[in-house]
């Protein structure tokens, strides 16, 4: 009896010898229902104690469920930590919007003015004002450079992040197209059989499924992440660039005595501190939620947890059942193909057969072709080439010599063990067989989950130290901020009253002075002088006035 399905008679004879492999003990993948990414409902909790913190949500309580950004509980708590900035913006909002209500109720009912001027209180003020200014200037570098550092790490480690998932699941899908590949090999020489073809395509679709789960779950969650710190890294550059403008122009106003303009300022910076000090929460708590996130990583990696962490969320480990099973599937499959096509080569291409009966014989004659090395043991270890055997990653080169010329019947012509089909058909399950051995030690890193703890224990090295410093900067940048534009509001109204007595002072002292020297000179013939005289003193303080020196009051 014929056989036309040479890899199909050939894996008969194979499956008698070993028990473990052949048509059905390859590919078969009963794996229907595993989980595609681990979803034990037992939780390891991690930072825990660093987390602990109280719960507005829940009546104060301390808050117990460990670094996790998908419960609502742990931004509630997070968010608590911020409070102080919060509650510190309503008063300043509140209190100095009364003050401002107050001062022009004062102004518009009560037109009787009283001038008091010091000098001390003068030079003080002015003193403290360009303080303030630099002191804003300052913070609004730091906050800016703070912002930029900032952004680039969480940037980098973000992308790194992505990186390692996204390579994770091409890797997958490499092996999935691998299969794919020798499920389509051939037509009339080698022809793999329907039921494994079946399995083929249930295993690429779980394959699939995991890499698309395992990318997309990376890529949602951090272009959420990113969104967001894209937000904050806007509102940051906009906050201080409209700070250091505002302090630059608010002291200029002060100093040129534009008292209108300082009071128009004064009510846009009341609103503009009340946001910055807002901002000053919301970057305390993204401190906080960063900080939390490293010390996670640093416990996730010394624990090696095997149930479901919070950290999942971020890069997920691929189900170890799953990793498993495809490892030694893969193993499975690079000692199926190995072993038939070495069945092939002995039992087929180096047969000398004169006559041409059949599929099986072709007029092949010359040289014998050499064998393939598998490079795995029955049971699945590692196994060294002998003399004589071909690797798997040098078969294509090796057996395009032994390839002959064939006729239009398909015939070898010349002298050669392989036509054609056969070479292309064979060196494609040889390379689907050295790709799945290749892909060995990457099933092994998903089993253990070390790819997951290889990316976390880099992002906790390398990227959490500048992480922190960087959003530290900004925490600082802001303080600064807002503490000096919030003093710079009540010291431009303070400079600008007392430039306003300080000259009105002197023009009252300048009047004074004026009218006594008319009164000696009146009956002198050059009395207009003191016009004159006057209009020169009104920016001069005379010297014998000393009681209006430190302060007068009118």
């Known amino acids: 009896m014929g056989c036309f399905n040479l890899v199909g008679c050939a894996a008969v004879e194979v499956a008698g010898e070993r028990e473990h492999v052949g048509i059905n003990g390859v590919v078969t993948w009963p794996l229907d229902t595993r989980r595609f990414l681990e979803e034990n409902t037992t939780v390891l909790l991690l930072a825990q104690q660093r987390t602990s913190r109280r719960d507005p949500l829940n009546g104060f309580n301390r808050y117990t469920g460990g670094w996790n950004i998908s419960n609502k509980h742990y931004w509630a708590s997070v968010g608590f930590t911020a409070a102080p900035f919060f509650v510190t913006a309503g008063l300043w909002f509140l209190l100095f919007g009364i003050c401002l209500c107050l001062v022009c109720i004062c102004y518009c009912c009560c037109r009787k003015e009283h001038y008091g001027y010091s000098r001390i209180a003068y030079a003080l003020s002015l003193m403290i004002l360009i303080f303030f200014t630099l002191m804003a200037i300052v913070g609004c570098i730091v906050l800016y450079t703070g912002q930029d550092k900032f952004h680039s790490s969480t940037c980098s480690m973000l992308s790194y992040v992505v990186d390692q998932a996204d390579t994770t699941a091409e890797n997958l899908r490499n092996v999935s197209d691998y299969l794919s590949a020798a499920k389509k090999i051939g037509l009339d020489a080698i022809v793999l059989p329907a039921d494994i073809q079946k399995s083929m395509d249930d295993i690429m679709g779980t394959i699939k499924k995991v890499a698309n789960t395992l990318s997309d779950t990376t890529e949602k969650n951090s272009k959420r ?65 960063f900080a939390d996130a490293c010390v996670s990583m640093d416990e996730w990696v010394q624990k090696q947890p095997k149930v479901h962490t ?37 039992d087929v291409a180096n047969t000398n057969s004169p006559t041409v009966d059949g599929p099986l014989h072709f007029n092949q004659t010359g040289p014998p072709l050499p064998p393939l090395c598998n490079p795995l043991m029955d049971d699945r270890s590692d196994r060294k080439c002998i003399p004589g055997e071909v690797e798997l990653q040098n078969a294509g080169q090796v057996w395009k010599k ?17 036509t054609p089909t056969y070479y292309e058909q064979m060196l494609a399950f040889a390379n689907v067989s050295y790709a799945l051995y290749r892909y060995g030690p990457f099933f092994l890193n998903l089993t253990d989950c070390t790819f997951v703890r290889d990316a976390f224990s880099d992002i906790s090295k390398q990227h959490c130290p500048d992480l922190r410093i960087h959003s530290a900067w900004i925490y600082i940048g802001l303080f600064l901020v807002s503490a000096a534009v919030m003093l710079s509001l009540i010291f431009w109204v303070i400079y600008a009253r007392e430039r306003r007595h300080r000259v009105y002072t002197k023009k009252i002292l300048s009047s004074r002075v004026c009218g006594e020297s008319e009164m000696e000179l009146s009956h002198q013939p050059h009395s207009s002088r003191c016009s004159t005289s006057s209009s020169r003193m009104s920016f001069k303080t005379p010297r014998t006035s000393v009681g209006f020196q430190d302060k007068a009051t009118f």
């Open 402 to 418: 032994y390839v002959c010329q064939v006729s239009a019947a398909g015939v070898c012509i010349g002298p050669g063990r392989l």
């Open 310 to 346: 919070a950290l999942e969320d971020v890069l997920p480990c691929v189900n170890k059942d799953l990793a498993q099973e495809v490892f030694l599937r893969t193993m499975d499959a690079t000692l199926y193909t190995v072993t038939v096509l070495n069945r092939v080569i002995n």
């Open 225 to 289: 992440i990113q969104d967001g710190l894209d937000i904050i890294r806007m509102a940051l550059i906009v906050l201080a660039a409209i700070m250091l403008c505002l302090v630059f122009i608010g002291f200029l106003f002060s100093i040129f005595g534009l008292e209108f303009l300082v009071y128009c300022l004064v009510i846009i910076g009341w609103i503009l501190v009340t946001g910055t000090i807002i901002l000053c929460g919301i970057f305390l708590l993204v401190h906080n939620v």
